[in-house]
T-cell receptor, first 114, second 112 residues
């Protein structure tokens, strides 16, 4: 049973396109996150939702828009893709909101923009 | 702001060698401290954590002690295996904060 799953695993697209990445967790957690990992492995929080409410919204371009239809799902939509958006995007979840709680990560989505 | 600094890699070791990865932090109050590990091609997973000063986290032969006086949380393992090859991330979360701030990651390669 996959705890946190993401689709697709790989995404190759051209500049200017719009794409979405989907995330689902079956752990019954209240809180979900999106992280971006760059080519040097640096990991940065982008967004977090707690029970469908946005609680973390870091300084990211407004081309990135998260959506949480229910607390088990958190999707990431990216408009007008740019070369600099190429990265690995990780979804994660935790039982409740709060950085002190263990976060469970998905396998990642490698986005390549050409 | 709150931040984590960890030793730069890559680190290459032979099997059964001693591993230490330094991590220091800057934060107000008493943050929770973590080590996460990322195996090749996978997402991160929690390795160990400590939530107050002098706590020792341990798992899979790895240990780290929360040192308030030196603001450090160094990761150690006495005898590494090839399967320990991974990227290791030190992270912190300030009290009452939603966020987890990660260090830059240290790539460790263990050779047979």
């Amino acid at each position: 049973d996959t705890a946190v799953s993401q689709t697709p695993k790989y995404l190759v697209t051209q500049m200017g396109n719009d794409k979405s990445i989907k995330c689902e967790q079956n752990l019954g957690h209240d809180t979900m996150y999106w992280y971006k990992q760059d080519s040097k492995k640096f990991l940065k929080i982008m967004f977090s939702y707690n029970n469908k409410e946005l609680i973390i919204n870091e300084t990211v371009p407004n081309r990135f828009s998260p959506k949480s239809p229910d607390k088990a799902h958190l999707n990431l939509h990216i408009n007008s893709l740019e070369l600099g958006d190429s990265a690995v995007y990780f979804c994660a979840s935790s039982p409740v909101a709060g950085g002190a709680y263990e976060q469970y990560f998905g396998p990642g989505t490698r986005l390549t923009v050409t | 702001g709150d931040s984590v600094t960890q030793m730069e890699g890559p680190v290459t070791l032979s099997e059964e060698a001693f591993l230490t990865i330094n991590c220091t932090y800057t934060a107000t109050g008493y943050p929770s401290l973590f080590w996460y590990v990322q195996y090749p091609g996978e997402g991160l997973q929690l390795l160990l954590k400590a939530t107050k000063a002098d706590d020792k986290g341990s798992n899979k032969g790895f240990e780290a002690t929360y040192r308030k006086e030196t603001t450090s949380f160094h990761l150690e393992k006495g005898s590494v295996q090839v399967s320990d090859s991974a990227v290791y991330f030190c992270a912190l979360s300030p009290p009452g904060d939603y966020k987890l701030s990660f260090g830059a990651g240290t790539t460790v390669t263990v050779r047979a």
